[in-house]
């Protein structure tokens, strides 16, 4: 069965899916916050659909995220859409909030228990699906720890791992979710599974001591280097990979555009150094803020000044365009900028 997986972006959310990574293998993650968010992500799972053979038995998993009347309505008609076409698509939800209390009364793939956190809701699911897994203690104990943090149970023997862990959860900003989804989940689940041998014995605070070093071994294996390096180079690897699908033009100039990246001075150095066919790197928020940098092949000052209001340095400029908030997709990102630098320089 492929499983696509919709949760939450918070240590619940990921751990539900590093409950549903143990269980299965042929498994895609998605994750989003509240809001308009929540329907672009379903959006994009039906697309994933769409690309499979409709003989392939599909399920639509989504936990921790307390969907409203109107999304469960949209999720609904989409599945019955899909199953009109022939696709062999399960549906389930799996929650733990309260106010999802009216939706779990009116559709029966939508199941509330409010005792629980949802990761111990995904593993009690998966576990009574596949009753011959053998499940380490070490899973159980990692869950338990979950469970702890997410109902904020101070009394219990596993809090204060929980609580270690949500940090490592909050901490692992590396990797960009919209530009790089499939490797900022990968990369989220790695720094996770890196703390079970710390559960023998509920060792915490020697795995707060240790928080930077898995990180430095999920970016760059056992290769000794700062942080900041290791980061650039997985970032700037990334970067080269997807850099046909990310260019953005500027008049002749060449570029590439990508959005809270973090660090922007460093990697995009970095990736035009490394790509020197390229003559600008573009970072933008949802706020509107603009931030260009160059290597020498173009003077971005100008480019500010002239589409962003804003100005700076040849190599490092920076302005501000229309509000980008609720823009969840990268590929309707990148033909919002590009439209937006188009109009701007006729």
């Known amino acids: ?33 509240y809001g308009n968010e929540i329907t672009a992500r379903l959006k994009e799972i039906e697309e994933a659909i769409k690309q499979c053979d409709t003989k392939e038995e599909i399920m639509i998993l989504v936990t921790d995220v307390n969907i409203t009347r109107d999304e469960c309505t949209y999720l609904d008609q989409t599945v019955a859409r899909m199953r009109f076409l022939n696709y062999k698509i399960d549906l389930q939800l799996l929650d733990h909030h309260q106010t999802g209390a009216p939706q779990a009364k009116e559709y029966n793939w939508y199941h509330l228990d409010t005792t629980k956190c949802a990761t111990l809701l995904t593993f009690e699911y998966f576990k009574t699906k596949h009753p011959n897994v053998t499940i380490p203690a070490l899973m159980m104990q990692y869950v338990a720890a979950v469970n702890a943090f997410d109902l904020w149970n101070e009394q219990d023997e596993w809090f204060e791992f929980g609580k270690v862990l949500n940090r490592y959860l909050v901490e692992a900003k590396e990797v960009n979710k919209m530009l790089f989804k499939d490797d900022n989940a990968a990369y989220r689940l790695a720094i996770l599974q890196s703390t079970f041998p710390y559960l023998e014995g509920n060792r915490y605070i020697e795995l707060d001591d240790d928080l930077i070093r898995h ?50 001075s460093v990697l995009g150095n970095s990736f035009l150094k490394a790509n020197p066919e390229f003559h600008f790197f573009m970072d933008v928020a949802p706020t509107g803020n603009v931030s260009l940098r160059a290597d020498n092949q173009m003077d971005v000052s100008e480019m500010a000044v002239k589409l962003f209001g804003g100005g700076g340095h040849a190599n490092a400029s920076g302005g501000r365009m229309g509000n980008l908030r609720d823009i969840y997709a990268y590929n309707v990102l990148r033909g919002t900028v590009q439209s937006f630098i188009d109009e701007k320089s006729n």
């Open 215 to 264: 990180k430095k071994i999920a970016l760059g294996g056992e290769r000794r280097d700062t942080l900041d390096n290791l980061t650039s180079d997985y970032i700037t690897a990334l970067l080269t990979k997807r850099k046909e699908d990310m260019v953005i033009y500027y008049g002749d100039h060449k570029g590439v555009l990508t959005t809270q990246i973090g660090n922007t």
């Open 1 to 33: 069965m492929r499983i696509f997986h919709l949760s939450h972006i918070d240590l619940d959310g990921y751990s539900c899916q590093l409950v549903s990574k143990f269980f299965c293998n042929d498994i895609r993650f998605y994750n989003s916050n």
